[in-house]
């Protein structure tokens, strides 16, 4: 390994390895994913539509002028979509399965124009009782807008290959 995430695989030649092992999680960890994620107005709409979410604060502009927040909202599960994805490739890349959240709080709203920022910490990990090559990490998602305020904070578990025996270890793509 040259560096995290960068296998020497030649000579002047290096592959990115995705994501951390059970064994690279250090409980009190943060990360900082990057890059930040400006939202859309298609984005908002798309995603509110695909999901039949029907609630006019979404997508109706004259409607939501009329609310306490005096434009359109974001829709929440787009916030928790775009937030958990910003952390994958730094958090659960490697994971065999996401086990679920066990709070999801959105303390502040986000808007079309809105960039997201997100960050993981490492609350805690443990071995799987039923599968020895695998271990249960446990995190925190944070996702903050431009000006730093938290919009979203979540906790998820999932399952992760221990080194050497997740898929991705046995997986190569075909070299130039």
Not at 25 to 47: A, L, Q, S
Not at 90 to 102: D, I, T, Y
Request: with cysteine; net charge neutral; glycine share 10%.
């Amino acid at each position: 390994m040259t560096g995290y995430g960068i296998e020497k695989i030649g000579e002047q030649r290096y592959r990115e390895t995705p994501g951390r092992s059970y064994e690279d999680f250090t409980v009190g960890d943060v990360y900082e994913h990057w890059p930040g994620r400006t939202v859309t107005e298609t984005d908002n709409v798309w995603f509110t539509n695909l999901t039949m979410n029907t609630h006019p604060v979404h997508f109706d502009s004259h409607y939501a002028a009329a609310t306490e927040f005096g434009r359109c909202l974001v829709n929440s599960t787009l916030t928790l979509a775009l937030v958990a994805g910003m952390a994958v490739s730094g958090s659960s890349q490697r994971a065999v399965a996401n086990l679920g959240w066990e709070e999801v709080k959105m303390p502040a709203p986000v808007f079309v124009g809105d960039t997201l920022y997100a960050e993981t910490e490492v609350l805690g990990k443990r071995l799987s009782k039923s599968r020895p090559t695998q271990g249960i990490v446990r995190v925190r998602h944070i996702g903050r807008n431009q000006d730093g305020v938290v919009v979203i904070d979540m906790i998820r578990s999932f399952l992760v290959a221990k080194r050497d025996h997740g898929t991705v270890d046995g997986f190569r793509r075909p070299s130039t």
